[in-house]
């Protein structure tokens, strides 16, 4: 379990960084490595170049930007969780990003080694999905912003050009009336989820829902975007149990999940009915009581 | 456990009940095989095969060799040459196919993970890039990975030549099933599966060795619960005398009966030790044991019951096919199953009972030993009978057992299959099970969840275990016995050499205490050591719960024997009759003199003047212990005694499942264990807790894939989920001392909590589900599988 031979070199500036990945064939970003070091170990990832990007401090920490938050792409989950700021300005971030692995594993993996890494059954781009957020990348020629719509192109595959550096991930920013909750389902704590629900709303001040997005991890071969099946809740101003469980179903019929070890498709099913009844339920409350007392 | 010092050199003293070694392992201090460390020490990595089920064309190596830091590759053809082969070394056993293998394979893979080639080089990493240069070319066979489909005529047959895939078949009809049957009332027919799991080692198999060809002799360390045995083994292949091997067995960490084996990469080791000329290690990483190490307690068991209305078992019929993957493994991989058969009639008046065993080749990778070895799949199989009839009857659970137990003055009792009990009351151990755990309250705390709709469920479970093994007919040529060496120095401290091989079971601590308690000294006094056949001529190493039973015995032996010796030493110099002297706290006494321990050791060694006429310098002695009351084959009628002694125990669960994930929450557990003399309660809560853990990482959590065509699925850690501290189930733990008629009066311990508490936690699901009506019959109740039992009933 050793990898294969590569090269390594650890670059100062996004431009650096993006000069290393074009110029050679097989480049790769090296991140939080938790992801990409095991695959190497056991050489089902076999890059000729390590471009680390560690030392990019530009990377780091967030900033809110015209009711936009802009999170840099080397954040650590561990701060994502941690972090009073983003606590405060992106709740829904900080409980995400608590559910990935263990304390090891968040303080070394990144918010946007997890976007391109694009784990179908990751948390963060299933968020990210939800949020209906976007993805901004840098090549040699410049920088692109991708909604995360148009991103995710199918099981670790993104939209990402082999030598373009994800730099940061935009989201709105919260505001009043937004709830959101993040439900999955761990046979053991620390585990990747067998499926996930984020369920992302907002209730107007009368406190009918005008907005409800939904999406999905482990629930098809990219994070599914599940919002249409909560379009009868449109308008409502209580979520009855009834209306939670029906959300479940839809939600449930709508999503495309395959078989592994950790579950059948159909396993997986149950546990989405399951967990966006949860991921509902407790987003509503939440927007409910955001900021109005 | 006790607070732990920083690093610092391990304590002279153990204080209380502690364990003396765990500063030294728990502060980085211990040495595991991969600490072993010499100059010019060359890596080998191991090419294996992709294809479950494939005849090898040809293997050209020369790529590999023309890497730099390469030192040779080499293929099982070429090594065979001069190189012996495995094989069971049980021919004792007319129904078992006779096989040979090789360090590596050589006409044909039969799993994938199969060592096929192997590279030395200067590292690991080098070696792994050149097993990318070694070119295999495969005709690929079809392959057969389920054991119902193995058995079908139409199946690729793993050994051409058997004309099917039953590697054993052993019949066994006890008592007269015909009457039985012919007089019941009625007759359950049931089917009860255990899926593939396997008892994982966070330290894998491994080995180093070095040959020094001016002597001829070879030095293997290798990560192994038998290092004797292996001697034996590495003799065979290698051609060396068992005078010239000498195999050391570091500190392990973790064992659980996968290191019971001996797997074909130790003698590999071996090998290229002696043709490469370099010293050279192999270390197992996780895939590789995952995938080609051994797997364990996979079986079907198709079982009639005939009972009669009061609740009665009168007769039971088990069909019992162990998918043992391929065979190629020594010791032999179907010796649990074997065990299976022997332990289904558990504590109850069960003759008429008749089995039949076949062990079926698959194309996964060999089956074994797994802490428990055969005997919880036994206990599920009669536990299970015995709640499904009672529900049929209406009887509860805890009056099914009193009904059909054996009763209190049969002692010893024989079992159908031969096994000589020699326990303590069962009725007993029952009733403090039940005080225990509050089961009557548990019961009320049910029924009034079952009024809230929610799934809450009680179970209990009982178990007699076969501790100290005799394996002779089991498993391979090796039987029961233990040895010691004692020797007392001359300063008076006394070293101890055992040859069980503790993985972390704290034999450093209990064996100084047996010493020392016979010697009259503190275990301060006493070193203890094991895992070094360059000590001590032979040892049977540690498995089946039989160290304190086999090697406390030894040690006692020895202990009793120089102690004799000092008292004639010291009967001379007091001048007393020797039969008057007395032992304790560090002095030889009579009457009102006395003389220090020391004192004597030095007479023993230094002032020789001082010892009686015609006595022997030296204080040390090397023992055998036998317990001389197994049986080494089954009888003409398949009856044996398969162990020196029995431990029991008795489990009891209280569960709540969650119908819409699957998930079990285990609310309460209680266990009453009777090993017979405790010997150190710490040190044994300890192994009941592990065990518990396992037992939980089985039933809920673990299970290795494979899928239609023979590939693994689970190959990592990822995959294969083991439990975390997360899900820890702390068990309250009663403890019976019932003493044996073995020195010391020990049952063995170790593995009882995780034979039983499997059959406890599908008896309290099994209980939970009563208002949906679903039975359990699967040993195997994780999330998922627990959730397509419950979808395939309401679909049905
Ligand atoms: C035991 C364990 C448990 C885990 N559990 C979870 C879990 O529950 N949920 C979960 O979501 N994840 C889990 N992970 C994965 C973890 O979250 C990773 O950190 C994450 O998936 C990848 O982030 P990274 O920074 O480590 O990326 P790396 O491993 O460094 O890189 C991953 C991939 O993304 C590429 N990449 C990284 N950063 C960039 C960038 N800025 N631009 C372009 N490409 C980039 C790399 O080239 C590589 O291909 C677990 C990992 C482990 C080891």
Redesign the pocket.
């Known amino acids: 379990m050793k990898p294969a031979r590569f090269e390594y070199v650890a670059v100062e500036s996004v431009a650096e960084a993006t000069e290393a990945l074009a110029d050679s064939e097989d480049a790769?970003?090296?991140?939080?490595?938790?992801?990409?070091?095991?695959?190497m170990n056991l050489r089902l990832?076999r890059?000729s170049l390590l471009v680390d990007?560690n030392g990019l401090g530009a990377?780091s920490g967030f900033e809110a930007r015209n009711g936009t938050l802009r999170f840099g792409?080397?954040c650590?989950?561990r701060f994502l969780e941690t972090d009073p700021a983003v606590r405060r300005q992106a709740p829904i971030v900080a409980e995400t990003a608590g559910?990935?692995?263990?304390v090891g594993?968040?303080n070394?993996?990144?918010?946007?080694?997890?976007?391109?890494?694009a784990?179908p059954?990751?948390?963060?781009?299933a968020l990210l999905v939800a949020l209906d957020g976007n993805v901004v990348?840098s090549g040699t020629t410049g920088e692109r912003t991708v909604p995360a719509a148009e991103f995710f192109a199918g099981p670790f595959m993104t939209s990402?050009e082999p030598a373009?550096?994800?730099?940061a991930v935009e989201i709105p920013a919260h505001s009043e009336g937004d709830g959101g909750a993040f439900s999955e389902f761990?046979l053991r704590h620390?585990?990747?989820?067998t499926a996930g629900v984020a369920v992302i709303l907002h209730r107007d001040e009368g406190g009918a829902c005008d907005r409800l997005r939904v999406a999905g991890?482990g629930l098809g071969p990219i994070p599914m975007d599940l919002s249409a099946a909560g379009e009868f809740l449109l308008g409502e101003s209580a979520l009855t149990d009834g209306g939670a469980d029906e959300l479940g179903r839809r939600v449930a019929a709508a999503s495309d999940p395959t078989g592994d070890v950790h579950g059948s498709g159909e396993y997986r099913r149950e546990l989405a009915a399951v967990l966006a009844a949860d991921a509902v339920r407790r987003a509503w409350g939440r927007a409910g009581s955001a900021g109005r007392g | 456990m006790t607070a732990v010092a920083p690093p610092v050199a391990p304590p002279e003293t153990t204080t209380g009940t502690l364990r003396r070694e765990d500063t030294r392992l728990l502060c980085g201090q211990g040495e595991y095989l991969g600490d072993v460390q010499r100059p010019d020490l060359k890596h080998i990595a191991i090419l294996r095969s992709p294809l479950a089920h494939a005849r090898i064309r040809d293997i050209d190596v020369s790529g590999a060799l023309t890497l730099p830091g390469v030192i040779g590759a080499f293929t099982g053809a070429e090594l065979a040459a001069d190189t012996g082969t495995f094989n069971h070394h049980l021919e004792a056993i007319p129904t078992l196919r006779q096989i040979n293998w090789s360090v590596l394979a050589v006409d044909k893979v039969r799993f994938v993970g199969e060592a096929v080639a192997a590279v030395v080089a200067d590292s690991r990493y080098i070696a792994e890039d050149a097993l990318e240069l070694i070119e295999v070319d495969y005709e690929e066979l079809p392959a057969v990975s389920d054991v119902e489909a193995a058995l079908e005529g139409d199946s690729p047959q793993l050994y051409e030549d058997w004309g099917d895939n039953v590697f054993l078949y052993i019949p066994g009809p006890h008592g007269d099933t015909e009457t039985a049957f012919a007089n019941a009332d009625g007759v359950l027919e049931e089917k009860f599966t255990h899926h593939r799991i396997i008892g994982l080692p966070l330290d894998g198999h491994g080995a180093l060795g070095e040959f020094d060809p001016a002597t001829g002799r070879l030095v293997l360390h290798a990560s192994t619960q038998i290092p004797h045995f292996l001697r034996t083994v590495l003799a065979e292949i290698t051609g060396l005398s068992e005078a010239k091997i000498r195999v050391v067995a570091p500190d392990m960490g973790g064992g659980f009966g996968n290191k019971v084996h001996m797997v074909r990469e130790e003698a590999l080791v071996a090998v290229l030790a002696m043709r490469v000329r370099h010293p050279v290690v192999w270390k197992q990483d996780r895939t590789e044991s995952l995938t080609a190490s051994v797997h364990s307690r996979q079986q079907v068991h198709n079982v009639e019951a005939a009972y009669r209305n009061d609740g009665r078992i009168l007769g039971l019929r088990a069909e019992i096919i162990a998918d043992v993957g391929s065979p190629e493994l020594y010791v032999i991989g179907a010796g649990p199953a074997i065990v299976t058969t022997a332990i289904v009639p558990n504590c109850y008046d069960l003759q008429d009972y008749a089995f039949e065993l076949r062990c079926v080749a698959t194309n996964k990778a060999p089956m074994g030993a797994y802490r428990g070895y055969g005997q919880g799949q036994a206990v599920f199989l009669i536990e299970r009978v015995l709640d499904l009839v009672g529900e049929k009857l209406g009887i509860d659970p805890v009056e099914m057992r009193r009904i059909n137990m054996i009763p209190d003055e049969q002692r010893p009792y024989v079992t159908a299959t031969g096994a000589v009990l020699d326990c303590g009351s069962f009725h007993d151990q029952l009733s403090d099970l039940l005080e225990g755990a509050d089961y009557d309250a548990a019961c009320r705390r049910r029924d009034e969840a079952r009024t809230e709709d929610r799934l809450v469920g009680v179970g209990i479970a009982q178990m007699v275990e076969a501790t100290a093994p005799n394996i002779h007919g089991l498993a391979g040529q090796f039987g029961v016995y233990e040895m010691a060496m004692l020797a007392v120095q001359p300063d008076g401290k006394v070293n101890v050499v055992v040859g069980t091989k503790s993985q972390g079971q704290g034999h450093e601590t209990i064996f100084a205490k047996a010493a020392a308690d016979e010697l009259g000294i503190s275990p301060d006094d006493v070193t203890v050591s094991d895992g070094d056949t360059g000590v001590l001529p032979y040892g049977s190493g540690t498995w089946g719960s039989r160290s304190v039973v086999m090697g406390g015995g030894a040690v006692i032996k020895a202990a009793r024997q120089v102690r004799d010796k000092m008292v004639a030493i010291a009967a001379g110099l007091l001048d007393a009759p020797a039969d008057q002297i007395t032992v304790s706290d560090g002095f030889f006494r009579f009457g009102e003199a006395a003389i220090p321990f020391a004192q004597i050791a030095s007479a023993a060694y230094l002032h020789t003047f001082l010892l009686p006429p015609g006595m022997d310098p030296g204080l040390s002695v090397i023992v055998g212990y036998d317990s001389f009351n197994t049986s080494p084959f089954p009888d003409e009628r398949g009856k044996m005694n398969v162990a020196a002694t029995y431990a029991t125990a008795a489990a009891a669960a209280v569960v709540e499942v969650d119908p819409a994930t699957g998930v079990v929450s285990v609310g309460d557990l209680t266990i009453v264990h009777d090993c017979g003399t405790v010997m150190n309660q710490v040190i044994l809560d300890g192994q009941i807790h592990g065990a518990v853990m396992q037992a939980i990482g089985q039933t809920f959590f673990e299970e290795l894939h494979y899928d239609e065509n023979g590939q693994p699925l689970t190959t990592t850690l990822?995959d294969y989920a083991i439990p975390t501290f997360g899900d820890v189930v702390e068990p309250r733990i009663i403890h019976r001392e019932t003493p044996s008629d073995l020195i010391g009066g020990y049952r063995g311990a170790g593995e009882g909590a995780l034979i039983v508490v499997p059959a406890a936690l599908a008896a309290a699901v099994h209980d939970a589900l009563v208002p949906l009506g679903v039975p359990i019959t699967q040993a195997n109740l994780s999330p998922p599988r627990l959730r397509e039992l419950l979808r395939g009933h309401s679909a049905a």
């Open positions: 790769r970003v090296l991140a939080g490595g938790q992801s990409l070091v095991p695959l990832a890059p990007v990377l792409a080397m650590r989950h559910l990935i692995g263990h594993i968040r070394r993996g990144t918010l946007g080694g997890s976007i391109a890494h784990d059954v990751a948390e963060l781009p990348a990402l373009e550096l994800l730099t761990v620390g585990d990747f989820a991890c | 990822l």
